[in-house]
């Protein structure tokens, strides 16, 4: 767990589960699925069907729940482009457009990231978005991130195409020490 101030990201419990699937699965288009990779198709779920496909959700080291004042608000993450080199992706979401451009996002993915580089053997952390998400691509440049990839037109979403932006940071440059 990591706290700062009021904000805390944690592992997902069993407890968790009902807030978890209202966040992302009551709803058939939430809000947040319009920022979050709105190309790839998401569907509703009933909570009965959450719960027989929980298990990738409980106790997990790549997804943690993020709460403020003890209320669950959203979800970071990471998967493994390539574990071989040990090329690591992230992500958050944060559910409620109330908790958008407050700077949660920002302390929420440093706490995380000093999490993985202090738990992990990463030379580099990654994150991919696409063009249309300017708040995530400034939430990684607060953070240090920089461009690393541009693919253009890749993503088509609501008749437009959009690239897909890769960022990232390196372990020297997010410590300050040089190898």
Do not use: C
């Not at 109330?98 to 992990?120: A, C, P, Q, V, Y």
């Amino acid at each position: 767990m990591y706290r700062d101030e009021g904000l805390v990201i944690r592992p997902i419990e069993e407890d968790d589960l009902y807030d978890v699937w209202a966040l992302i699965f009551k709803e058939e288009a939430p809000e947040w699925k319009k920022w979050d990779a709105p190309y790839y198709p998401h569907s509703a779920l009933t909570y009965e069907d959450f719960l027989r496909g929980s298990a990738p959700w409980v106790n997990k080291d790549n997804r943690w729940l993020v709460e403020v004042g003890g209320v669950v608000v959203g979800t970071v993450s990471y998967y493994w482009e390539d574990k071989s080199s040990n090329w690591l992706e992230i992500g958050i979401v944060l559910y409620q457009p109330e908790n958008w451009s407050r700077g949660l996002g920002t302390r929420t993915l440093k706490m995380w990231i000093d999490h993985l580089f202090n738990t992990l053997p990463l030379v580099r952390v990654g994150l991919t978005t696409w063009s249309g998400n300017q708040r995530m691509i400034r939430v990684a440049e607060k953070l240090g991130m920089q461009m690393e990839a541009r693919i253009r037109k890749v993503r088509y979403y609501d008749e437009h195409y959009y690239d897909s932006i890769r960022m990232g940071i390196l372990r020297e440059e997010w410590t300050g020490e040089s190898e």
